[in-house]
Nanobody, 125 residues
Framework: QVQLVESGGGLVQAGDSLRLSCAVS????????MGWFRQAPGKEREFLAF????????YYADSVKERFTISRDSARNTVYLKMNMLKPEDTAVYYC??????????????????WGQGTQVTVSS
């Protein structure tokens, strides 16, 4: 059973930074491409960022690409999302997800096989 556990969310002020972490159960981390998504109340789940299993390919949603950075640490079986210059509209539950297939510039959630439970990020104005 593959488990993903997010952490690092919280309540911050506009302009602050946060780093979310997603720990993936061993020993399967290296086979997974990873993504970050978020879902705000009353809205659909939104793609944010992708990183390939090698770490060599990343891409982002236009809404966050100048402010968010995805990375992974294979030694720690962890993927990160560093978020800078947070805005109130970034308030949402943030999810990490894992998939084994790769399609260039695929922003959809459907191919992801495994999901974490989510971590709440709240940005006050």
């Amino acid at each position: 059973q593959v488990q993903l556990v997010e952490s690092g969310g919280g309540l911050v002020q506009a302009g602050d930074s946060l780093r979310l972490s997603c720990a993936v159960s061993r020993p399967t981390f290296s086979i997974f491409h990873m993504g970050w998504f978020r879902q705000a109340p009353g809205k659909e789940r939104e793609f944010l960022a992708f990183i390939s299993k090698s770490g060599g390919i990343t891409y982002y949603a236009d809404s966050v690409k100048e402010r968010f950075t995805i990375s992974r640490d294979s030694a720690r079986n962890t993927v990160y999302l560093k978020m800078n210059m947070l805005k109130p509209e970034d308030t949402a539950v943030y999810y990490c997800a894992a998939k084994t297939t790769y399609t260039p510039n695929d922003y959809s959630a459907t191919p992801y096989n495994y999901w974490g439970q989510g971590t709440q990020v709240t940005v006050s104005s």
